[in-house]
């Protein structure tokens, strides 16, 4: 279910993020183009990821190539990147501190 996989990815990253697909764009150096962003978080579309777009779009969500490789569906690649965390940096805060 590669499309899905890869529509999750954007649209938690972008939020995780807190940044539009404009912003996203213009992390990757506008080589990914916004309504592209915007189209992969709300309906995936994998039939259109290349191996070259694989790598701009990691870029453009700030996560390695092989996150977006492998909810694309496309194969593997040696990524310096791979051991980078990309979870959320929230804190929960309780009561009143």
Do not use: C, Y
Not at 37 to 61: D, M, V
Request: hydrophobic letters at 35%; glycine letters at 10%; proline letters at 7%.
């Amino acid at each position: 279910m590669p499309d899905k996989d890869l529509q999750d990815l954007v649209r938690r990253r972008l939020q995780e993020l807190g940044i539009t697909a404009q912003e996203a764009s213009q992390r990757s150096g506008w080589t990914v183009p916004p309504e592209t962003i915007e189209r992969l978080a709300q309906s995936g579309g994998k039939g259109f990821i290349s191996e070259p777009f694989a790598s701009r779009l990691a870029t453009a969500i700030d996560v390695p190539e092989n996150r977006v490789r492998r909810a694309s569906g496309l194969p593997l690649v040696r990524d310096e990147r791979e051991t980078i965390r990309t979870g959320p940096h929230l804190r929960l805060l309780r009561g009143n501190g």
